[in-house]
C-alpha cells in the first residue's frame, strides 16, 4: 500500500507499507530482515539496504521530470488480517520533492515485490488533512511496467 499526503514546501510525503514475508522472496540479499523484531529500531545499515533496493523499483515523475525521494525512516510494525492472520509489515517513509506546490497528477512506476511476487497488487491513496483515505488506483505487476497516472487534483476535491 502506497499513501500520499501534501506537505509544505513543495514535498509530498509517502507512506509505503507491504509484508516482510514478500519482501524477503523478492530480495534475499535483505534476509536479515527476518530476524528483526517489529517495534525495535532497525539498524542503518539495513535501513539503506532497504531503501537501495526501493529506490530501483520505485519513481515518482511530473511532467516527465523524476522527483527527488529520500527515504526518512524504515520500520516492522505487527499486524492482522481475518485473512491473513498475522504477519510483520515493512513501513517505509519517504520525502518526496515537487515542482509545484500541489501538483495535480504524478506518474508512478513501482514494482517492488510485486516482480517475483507476480500476485503482489498496490493499492495508492492520498490522505487528507483531517486524516481520511481516497483511493488513487491499484494495479497488478502488468500495469506497473507502464507506470500509473495519479490524479492528485481529483484526490483533494472529492
Known sequence: ????EQQP???????????????LIAAPALAALGEQTPGQPLPKPLV???????????ALSEDGDTLPMTLT???LES?????LGDYVLVITE???????????????????VMHEVRNHRADVYWQTPDGATRPLAGFGFFHSA???RLNLQKARQE
Do not use: C
Open 48 to 58: 539503506d539496504q532497504i531503501g537501495d533496493y526501493l529506490s530501483h523499483h520505485l
Open 94 to 112: 519517504w520525502n518526496v520533492k515537487t515542482e509545484k506546490p500541489e501538483p495535480d497528477s504524478l506518474l508512478l512506476k513501482y514494482d517492488a
Open 146 to 148: 507502464h507506470g500509473v
Open 79 to 83: 499486524t492482522y488480517q481475518p485473512q
Open 9 to 23: 514546501q513543495h514535498t509530498l510525503h509517502l507512506t509505503l507499507q507491504f509484508p516482510r514475508e514478500d519482501l
Open 1 to 4: 500500500m502506497l499513501t500520499f
Open 73 to 75: 525512516e524504515a520500520h
